[in-house]
C-alpha cells in the first residue's frame, strides 16, 4: 500500500471539458474541498474519492458523484485509488462542462484518466505499519541513541524532558527487531 504526502495536481481535457483532479493526504481532504470551491466557484461539479484506515486498520472508503450520473465519475475515481493501492489519500476532481457531452463511457473513461495521471505525477511513499513504544534513558546517552535511531531510520515522534529522557519512537516490527539486538543491555522498549 502506498500514501502521498504532498498535494499534487493534473489538469485534462476530453472534448473541450477539463478534469483537474488533486490528490492530498487524507488529512487534508476537507480543507482541500472547501479551497478549491472557493477558487473555483464556475466549476461544475467536485466529484471525490478517498481510502484511509481507520483506528482498527481497516480500509475505509467514499466517493461521491458529485451531480455527475450515478456511478460515472466517484467509483471509477475511487476504483483507481483502490488499484493503485493507496490508502490515507483523497482526490478531488473538478469539472468545467465543454458543451459537448461524454455519455456515461466517456465520463468513466474521462474521470478514471484524471486521477490515473495525477497519481502518475505524485510522489507515492509505501505505506508501513508502525507501532509506539517508548524508551526511557538518562541524558547522558540521548545523543548515541539518537544516532543509532538515526542509522536505522526509525522515527521518533516525540521527546519528553524530565528527571530522564522519554523517547517515542514509530517503529515497524523489523526495526525493533534490530533495534533490541543494538540496544545497550540495560535499555528497553516499552508498548
Do not use: C, W
Request: aromatic fraction near 10%; avoid cysteine; charged fraction near 30%.
Amino acid at each position: 500500500m502506498y500514501f502521498v504526502k504532498e498535494e499534487s495536481s493534473h489538469t485534462y481535457e476530453e472534448k473541450k471539458s477539463k478534469f483537474i483532479a488533486h490528490l492530498a493526504p487524507f488529512s487534508e481532504f476537507e480543507s482541500l474541498m472547501k479551497r478549491l470551491k472557493d477558487e473555483h466557484p464556475k466549476a461544475r461539479h467536485f466529484v471525490y474519492a478517498y481510502r484511509h484506515l481507520n483506528e482498527f486498520n481497516q480500509v475505509v472508503e467514499n466517493s461521491s458523484d458529485d451531480g455527475e450520473p450515478r456511478g460515472t465519475s466517484g467509483k471509477p475515481a475511487l476504483n483507481v485509488l483502490a488499484g493503485n493501492e493507496l490508502i490515507n489519500s483523497a482526490v478531488i476532481i473538478i469539472r468545467y462542462f465543454g458543451g459537448i457531452k461524454l455519455g456515461t463511457g466517456g465520463l468513466v473513461r474521462a474521470y478514471s484518466d484524471a486521477v490515473n495521471l495525477v497519481i502518475n505525477e505524485s510522489k507515492l511513499i509505501k505505506y508501513e505499519d508502525k507501532e509506539k513504544f517508548s524508551l526511557t534513558l538518562d541524558y547522558s546517552r540521548l545523543s548515541k541513541i539518537e544516532y543509532l535511531l538515526n542509522e536505522l531510520e526509525i522515527e521518533i515522534a516525540n521527546k519528553e524532558f524530565v528527571s530522564d529522557v522519554t523517547l517515542t519512537l514509530l517503529l515497524t516490527k523489523e526495526q525493533k527487531d534490530e533495534l533490541e539486538v543494538q540496544l545497550p543491555i540495560d535499555l528497553k522498549l516499552n508498548n
